[in-house]
């Protein structure tokens, strides 16, 4: 599949799920009130510009726009902050971190805005760094799912770990095309297909949760 076919695709299924997502958390939180429910809300929010600047990005050639600063930090961004959420359940914590989250997506934003001024990232090291980090991440919030599944069983929990296993794997191939350029076209690929699953299965989650 040609690899800008396969990259708009994923962007497309990112956005569009990311953005259902965000949608139906700001339907449902005035009703219960959940303050991890809004750091979700607001993580796929972030997710779904990211998306859309990436796609904007690489379909018009004369938009001059290093958008793939937002696109790594967004990223980690929300994913880290859905990460924190799974932390703890007491409420302060909860609410400290949406303080946090609101102006980090303030901040996010701008970095956005200024995108057409920003010069590229510099160097495949560069890259690497603030790529490993959505990795890492979402590593770890499967970890937390997978050991809430172990104690309750729930068909919700063990789709949330596969989905952010499958974004793990995804970021993982996107790390190693970098280091194994002569495989870059392969480890794109796969990675994107990878992440593509995720976010379907995130989706599935969520519908039937």
Not at 44 to 51: D, N
Not at 64 to 83: R, S
Request: aromatic letters at 10%.
């Amino acid at each position: 599949m040609d690899r800008l076919l396969l990259s708009n695709m994923l962007d497309v299924i990112t956005a569009l799920v990311c953005l259902f997502i965000t949608i139906r958390v700001f339907l449902v939180y005035p009703n219960v009130r959940s303050p991890r429910l809004l750091v979700l809300g607001l993580s796929m929010g972030i997710l779904t510009l990211g998306a859309i600047a990436d796609l904007v990005s690489s379909n018009l050639a004369s938009l001059e726009a290093h958008t793939d600063w937002f696109l790594y930090l967004g990223e980690t961004a929300a994913l880290l902050c859905i990460l924190l959420s799974l932390v703890s359940d007491a409420n302060a914590y909860l609410e400290r971190l949406i303080r946090v989250q609101v102006f980090a997506t303030v901040l996010l934003v701008g970095l956005l805005l200024i995108s057409i001024v920003l010069p590229d990232i510099p160097n495949v090291g560069v890259r690497e760094i603030v790529g490993s980090t959505r990795y890492i991440v979402c590593t770890g919030i499967s970890f937390f799912y997978i050991t809430g599944f172990m104690k309750k069983q729930s068909r919700f929990g063990i789709l949330m770990a596969l989905c952010f296993l499958l974004l793990a794997a995804g970021y993982l191939m996107d790390m190693q095309q970098y280091i194994m350029p002569v495989r870059e076209a392969l480890f794109d690929s796969v990675g994107d297909f990878s992440r593509l699953a995720g976010w379907l299965t995130l989706l599935i989650a969520v519908l039937i949760g």
